[in-house]
């Protein structure tokens, strides 16, 4: 396994069959992916009623297919969870991170779907039991709503989501924050508008006096 993790905004009201493959991902937003976590603001989208626990297509033929536990909820919904959520990344005063999420939220209010879909079925980092532990005890203080320090102190969450404490997430770049979907979200430090002009030939200096 790969330890890959998908994020999608999609009309599908669960997770597609192998066979559903080619519907599902021609009528899909932005495919993000993240590596070995559920990313932090991913995970802000979601309360505990939406881990729903599947079976792959192929596990009575392959025998390392397992049950595994992903995530689904109606866009608006998770939307609204998002903005709820939003005082637990200010509380971390970090102004590069907060413009990050604000940036993740307009992203995702442009999507035109009904749904978001997170697909954990390659993410064997964990054993079954444990990542839904993890996402039960995680979603279900974000659900109640806990206290910015008993959420960040959590090992469940710190486990699921890769934070390494409120000191640390200075140090966290764009990708394990919240993943990755294409070209966005730069490096954090590049700027935002920054372009590389092309490298000058030597005998070209004159063009860029």
């Known amino acids: 396994m790969s330890n890959r993790v ?6 599908f009201t669960r997770m597609p069959l192998k066979s559903e493959g080619s519907d599902f991902f021609a009528s899909v937003g932005v495919e993000y992916e993240a590596n070995a976590r559920i990313p932090i603001y991913w995970l ?9 626990i599947t079976n792959p297509d192929d596990i009575n033929s392959d025998p390392d297919a397992r049950p595994y536990a992903y995530l689904i909820s109606d866009l608006p919904t998770a939307l609204v969870r ?23 939220t307009s992203r995702l209010r442009a999507e035109n779907f009904t749904h978001v879909i997170v697909k954990t079925e390659e993410l064997s980092w964990f054993g079954e039991e444990e ?23 959590s ?17 966290m770049d764009s ?21 590389e ?13």
Not at 6 to 11: A, D, F, G, K, V
């Open 82 to 104: 998002l903005k709820d959520r939003q005082r637990l990344v200010e509380s971390l005063r970090d102004s590069v991170r907060m413009d990050l999420f604000l940036d993740w």
């Open 197 to 209: 002009l092309p490298k000058k030939k030597w005998w070209h200096f004159w063009r860029w006096l």
């Open 131 to 153: 990542l839904t532990r993890n996402l039960n005890m995680s979603l279900a203080l974000l659900d109640r709503p806990a206290t910015a320090s008993e959420l960040y102190n």
């Open 44 to 52: 802000f989208l979601f309360g505990q009623k939406n881990i729903v």
């Open 6 to 11: 998908y994020l999608y905004c999609t009309n």
């Open 175 to 195: 990708e394990e924050i919240v993943g990755r979907g294409g070209n966005w979200p730069l490096p954090l430090g590049v700027p935002k508008y920054y372009i």
């Open 155 to 171: 090992d469940e969450f710190q486990e699921l989501t890769g934070f390494l404490g409120t000191e640390k997430f200075c140090e």
